[in-house]
C-alpha cells in the first residue's frame, strides 16, 4: 500500500468511526440556508445578476454525512446533486439523512476525490468544503476536480488556515506524543486529549483558545476527533492557498467571507497606510491582513469558475433601469423592514427600500423592469444599486442589454 492510499485508509477510518458532520437526522427539510450552496445566489455574488438557468448539475465533492448534500437538494429544487466520499460509513449515514428530509434528487458514490472522474458528465456547481486540506495530496484532488466543472460553472472550496489554527496545531502533536504507537486508535485519542484539557491550568492559552472558539461544538466526540486526532492536515495560508488555486487552472472569483478580506476594518484609523497598501497586489493585500489579525483567519472559502463566464456591470443607469429584479431567495425574516440578510446579517430596510423588495418579490410572474417599479415608488436608482450590493435583490439584464 502506497503512503497515500495509508493515509486515505487512515482517513476513512476516521470517518468510519466519527461520521462527520454530527447534526441530527430530520424526518423534514432542514432549517434556514447557506447561500453558498444556493445556485442562485452563489451565482448573483459570483457575477451580480441571475443565472439563466436552475436546472442545473451540483457535485458535493467530499460530501460526509451529507448535511450540506441535503442542503443542496433543498436549497435547488431543479438541480441533480451527486454526492461522493471516501468514507463508506459516513456516507451510509449522507443517504438516511436525504432519504428522511425527502431530499431525493441525490446520488452518492463511495469514491476519492482522486477517482472522480469516474462519475460521468460535467458540473454548474462543485461544493467542496472541509476535504482538500485532508488529501495526502491536495492539489492532485483539485486537479481531479477542475475538469469536472462545466464552462461557465462554480467551484467553492473551504480549506483551513495556519495562523487561526496555531493552538489546535500543538494539540493534534500533543495527542499524538502521548498516544504513542495506539495512534490512529481514534476514541483513545479523543479521550487522552479530553484529560490533557481536563488537566492543564485555566490560565493555559489551548485551553482559553478552545473556551473561547471551539468547546460548545466540541462537546460532541465526532467534531472533537476531526479537530484532534485527525491522521492528514494541510493548513495554509495565502502564499500556499494560491500555490493550490493557480494549480487548479481555474480562474479566482474572491473569498465568499468578504467582510474579512477588507483591509479598512483593521486599518481605517491610518489612511496613509491604506493608501500605501494601494500598490500591492491583492495577493499582497491578502497576506497583509492575515498577519495584522491571524486569530481571525482559521479557514479560507472562496469561489473559483471555469471561464467564460459573463459578469453585469450596473454601474450605468440605463443597464439598471433596464433589468428585472427579484427579491434574494436567501433572506430571513421576510416580510419586515429589519430581517438577517443573505449572510445571516441584520439588515433594516427604508419604507421605501420594503416597498421595492415587496414589488419585487412579486416580480418572477410579472417580469417588470426596475424602471416600471421606480415609476410607482419614491426610491432613487443609487438606492436600488445599494440593494443590489447587499444581494437583497437579483437583477436579470434587460433584453436589449443583454443581446449588446
Known amino acids: 500500500m502506497s503512503d497515500s492510499q495509508t493515509v486515505s ?15 441530527p437526522l430530520l424526518d423534514e427539510p432542514p432549517p434556514g440556508y447557506n447561500w453558498r450552496w444556493n445556485w442562485v445566489a452563489a451565482y448573483n455574488f459570483c457575477t451580480g445578476q441571475k443565472p439563466q438557468k436552475q436546472n442545473v448539475r451540483i457535485l458535493d465533492a467530499g460530501c460526509g454525512s451529507g448535511v450540506g448534500t441535503e442542503y443542496l437538494v433543498h436549497l435547488n429544487p431543479q438541480a441533480q446533486v451527486v454526492g461522493i ?37 460535467e458540473f454548474d456547481l462543485i461544493n467542496c468544503v472541509g476535504v482538500l486540506h485532508h488529501l495526502p495530496d491536495p492539489i492532485r484532488g483539485i486537479q481531479a476536480l477542475a475538469p469536472k466543472l462545466a464552462p461557465g460553472g462554480l467551484m467553492h472550496i473551504f480549506v483551513y488556515a495556519e495562523l487561526g489554527r496555531w493552538e489546535i496545531q ?49 462537546q460532541k466526540d465526532e467534531c472533537f476527533a476531526d479537530m484532534y486526532v485527525h ?15 493557480d494549480a487548479s487552472g481555474l480562474e479566482f472569483l474572491g473569498f465568499s467571507n468578504p467582510r474579512q478580506w477588507q483591509l479598512e476594518r483593521l486599518l481605517g ?5 491604506v493608501e500605501r497598501a494601494e500598490g500591492l497586489s491583492d495577493r499582497e493585500k491578502y497576506r497583509l491582513i492575515e498577519l495584522l489579525d491571524p486569530e ?8 473559483l469558475a471555469r471561464p467564460p463566464l459573463p459578469k453585469a456591470d450596473w454601474s450605468q443607469d440605463a443597464a439598471l433601469l433596464a433589468a428585472i429584479p427579484e427579491r434574494s431567495p436567501c433572506m430571513d425574516g421576510w416580510p419586515s423592514q429589519c430581517l438577517f440578510n443573505y449572510d445571516y446579517q441584520i439588515t433594516n430596510l ?50 436589449s442589454i443583454a443581446q449588446s
Not at 9 to 15: E, I, P, T
Request: hydrophobic residues 40%; glycine residues 4%; contains cysteine.
Open 296 to 303: 481571525s483567519v482559521t479557514h479560507y472559502e472562496f469561489f
Open 350 to 399: 427604508s419604507a421605501a427600500e420594503f416597498e421595492f423588495i415587496q414589488a419585487c418579490d412579486a416580480n418572477a410572474s410579472q417580469q417588470r423592469t426596475v424602471q416600471e417599479i421606480l415609476a410607482e415608488l419614491t426610491l432613487k436608482v443609487d438606492q436600488v444599486r445599494s440593494l443590489v450590493d447587499q444581494q437583497l435583490i437579483l437583477l436579470t439584464p434587460g433584453q
Open 170 to 218: 500543538l494539540m493534534q502533536k500533543a495527542i499524538a506524543l502521548l498516544q504513542g504507537d495506539r495512534r490512529g486508535d481514534y476514541k483513545d485519542g479523543v479521550q487522552v486529549g479530553r484529560q490533557i484539557f481536563a488537566a492543564l491550568p485555566e490560565n493555559n492559552r489551548l485551553v482559553k483558545r478552545e473556551k473561547e472558539r471551539w468547546s460548545l461544538e466540541n
Open 269 to 273: 484609523k491610518a489612511p496613509d497606510l
Open 231 to 245: 491522521p492528514q492536515e494541510v493548513d495554509y495560508n495565502i502564499e500556499t492557498l494560491f500555490e493550490l488555486i
Open 9 to 23: 485508509a487512515a482517513v476513512a477510518k476516521l470517518y468510519d468511526t466519527y461520521p462527520f458532520p454530527p447534526e
Open 85 to 121: 466520499d471516501l468514507s463508506a460509513g459516513t456516507l451510509a449515514v449522507a443517504k438516511e439523512r436525504c432519504q428522511r428530509s425527502g431530499a431525493d434528487r441525490v446520488e452518492f458514490h463511495h469514491l476519492s476525490i482522486y477517482d472522480v472522474a469516474q462519475v460521468l458528465g
